[in-house]
């Protein structure tokens, strides 16, 4: 397991970790471990959203591109191709 010293660390930013872990019940590395894992979830979900928005903006683009135009019903064309 990789160990990550914390020597570089603020003395301020350092003592409010350990406050928080304490309030939390937690040891400082369990305590840093949960800040981490809370992060990083949150930025998976904020990345998730970000690609959705970015597919829906993607077909709206497509939706205004063939605005005008028409299409025939797929279903119809599959139903005739497999009468066939």
């Not at 800040?35 to 993607?58: C, G, P, Y």
């Not at 709206?60 to 119809?76: G, P, V």
Request: glycine fraction near 0%; charged fraction near 25%; avoid cysteine.
């Amino acid at each position: 397991m990789t160990q990550i010293p914390l020597v570089h660390l603020k003395p301020a930013l350092l003592e409010k970790l350990q406050k928080l872990a304490e309030t939390n019940n937690r040891n400082l590395e369990e305590e840093i471990e949960a800040i981490l894992e809370t992060t990083l979830e949150n930025t998976e979900t904020t990345d998730s959203t970000q690609n959705l928005a970015q597919a829906w903006a993607k077909i709206d683009a497509a939706r205004q591109q063939h605005f005008s135009q028409s299409f025939s019903n797929s279903a119809d064309l599959l139903r005739e191709d497999r009468q066939r």
